[in-house]
Structures are given as C-alpha cells and as structure tokens.
C-alpha cells in the first residue's frame, strides 16, 4: 500500500512537472534569444507574456506601397530657368558697373560697308556674332581680349573687340542691326559679372566651343 501510495505521488509529481515543462515550453516560444528572462516569472500572466513580447521584439512595420505611374506632359517633366539670367550663380562672381551701348559691323559703327575685306572682323581676329556667348567691345586695359562677361538681359559676351570711344568703365555689344540696338538696349548703366578674365586671344575655335556646350543649347532660341 505504502509502494502504491508512493507511486500516486510520484505519478502526480511526474504530471504537475510535464505541466511545467510544457507551460516553459510554450513560455519559451515567446522569449526572444537575446532576452534573458526567467520563465517562472512570466507563467502567471500570458497577458504579461504577449506585453513583454512586444515591448522587446516587435517593431513598427510598414507596407511597401509601389506609387502608380505618373504621366507627365512635357513641360511639366523638367522644371528649369527660362532665360539664362536664371540659371546662373551670379553671386559667386565679381560684378563691375559699367556704361554699355550696342554696335554693329555696319559703317555706322565701324566705318565699314560689306564690301570691305574686313568686315564684321574683330580686333581679334574672329568674326562678330550675336549668340549664346556673343563677341563685344571694351577697352582692353581693363578687360583683356578673351575675357567672358554676363551681361543681364543680353547673356555672356566674350571681349574680341575694342573701340576708340570704349574706355574705362564702357563696353559696347554687338548686335545684328541697328533697329536691334535701339530696340533690345539702347545705352544704359547695368552691374556686370565677371565669368573669367581673358589672356589677350581668342580665336574662332574657342569661340565656336563655348556657343557649341551642350548645357547651354536649352537657351538658344533667345538668340534665334
């Protein structure tokens, strides 16, 4: 009887240790490996289990949504400066004020008709030309030929000329006729920048290569 009583117990015991041993199993499904808990002391409350699970393991989730395709009209892909004048960093320039007025290659300026060898010829040697970077005169004590100036409202003008009247603080910029002197500038005081100064040449080739930068082509129909 003693034997069998004994074996009650240790039956009983047997089963309430499986029932431990389950409840920390299941416990220990729940405990990450990093955090060092003590099972025991989370089997009173599976509330308390599932909040400390949360609190260690868990992390805020997000659900990666693939926008939809936007269909752009083309002028609505690229938001860009419309002139030049706004495309530039002009503060990171010297700026000088100087009186400007415009030229032509015609007698009126000159002194040349178009049936003399030389003209629309600069005292550079290079061809007169309203363009992205346009050919204009100054005295070359201050602004040697070569020189790259951004004029406001007319764009960059490369000095390749000079003039017996331009001195000082006076630059002249050429122009196709004189309807387009009077029309687009007329003579007026304005603040200058200067992109780089000249080293005495230019020729035709450098000239053709700044008109030619690819970065630049988006403004030419100013010039057209």
């Known amino acids: 009887m003693k034997i069998k009583n004994w074996m009650k117990h240790v039956g009983m015991l047997s089963i309430i240790c499986l029932s431990v041993l389950e409840i920390t199993s299941v416990t220990n499904l729940f405990i990450p490996k990093h955090v060092k808990a003590n099972p025991i002391e989370l089997i009173p409350s599976s509330e308390g289990i599932i909040e400390q699970f949360k609190s260690v393991s868990l992390k805020p989730k997000e659900l990666n949504v693939a926008k939809a395709n936007q269909t752009l009209l ?58 992205l970077y346009s050919t204009i005169a100054a005295d070359l004590s201050v602004y040697p030929i070569g020189t790259i100036l951004f004029i406001p409202d007319y764009g960059f003008g490369v000095v390749a000329d000079k003039g017996s009247a331009i001195t000082g603080n006076k630059i002249d910029l050429y122009y196709h006729t004189v309807d387009d002197v009077y029309e687009q500038w007329g003579k007026k005081e ?14 035709e080739e450098t000239l053709l290569e700044l008109n030619e930068d690819e970065s630049m082509q988006v403004f030419r129909q100013q010039f057209n």
């Open 74 to 131: 083309s002028n609505d892909e690229i938001e860009g400066p419309s002139s030049i004048d706004e495309a530039i960093d002009l503060e990171q320039f010297p700026v000088h004020t100087v009186m400007a007025t415009g030229y032509t290659a015609g007698i009126e300026s000159t002194g040349k008709t178009a049936e003399h060898p030389e003209y629309g010829i600069t005292f550079s040697g290079v061809q007169v030309k309203r363009d």
């Open 190 to 203: 304005v603040d200058v920048y200067v992109i780089e100064m000249g080293d005495g040449t230019l020729t």
